[in-house]
Nanobody
Framework: VQLQASGGGLVQAGGSLRLSCGAS????????MGWFRQAPGEERKFVAGISWSGGDTYYVDSVKGRFTISRDNAKDTVYLQMNSLKPEDTAVYYC?????????????????WGQGTQVTVSS
């Protein structure tokens, strides 16, 4: 059972990246999903979440209006479209599958984690 995050990279401030999170070994189409990020020396923090159907989404204030979380259950893939990137968005980004059908901001509510993908935003 594995989640694979990809799409990170180096981008200038104001640029865009699209992260993808694919599943292997089992399906997560019935699970809420979340994106978290961890900057050097900081704790891992919740960024955005999406319910199993995609009908409910949530963003932390710092990314609201710039990031969009979405999912394609036919492909068992979750996305994070990141626009207007800022240097403070620099972090390793992780996707995770929740224990139930809804997203949560709590790390303890996620069972499966991807390996992380580095996003670096230069000023």
């Amino acid at each position: 059972v594995q989640l694979q995050a990809s799409g990170g990279g180096l981008v200038q401030a104001g640029g865009s990246l699209r992260l993808s999170c694919g599943a292997s070994g089992r399906t997560f189409r019935n699970n809420g999903m979340g994106w978290f990020r961890q900057a050097p020396g900081e704790e891992r923090k919740f960024v955005a979440g999406i319910s199993w159907s995609g009908g409910d989404t949530y963003y932390v204030d710092s990314v609201k209006g710039r990031f969009t979380i979405s999912r394609d259950n036919a492909k068992d893939t979750v996305y994070l479209q990141m626009n207007s990137l800022k240097p403070e968005d620099t972090a390793v980004y992780y996707c995770a599958a929740a224990l139930g059908s809804w997203w949560s901001s709590q790390i303890s509510r996620y069972r499966y984690w991807g390996q992380g993908t580095q996003v670096t935003v230069s000023s």
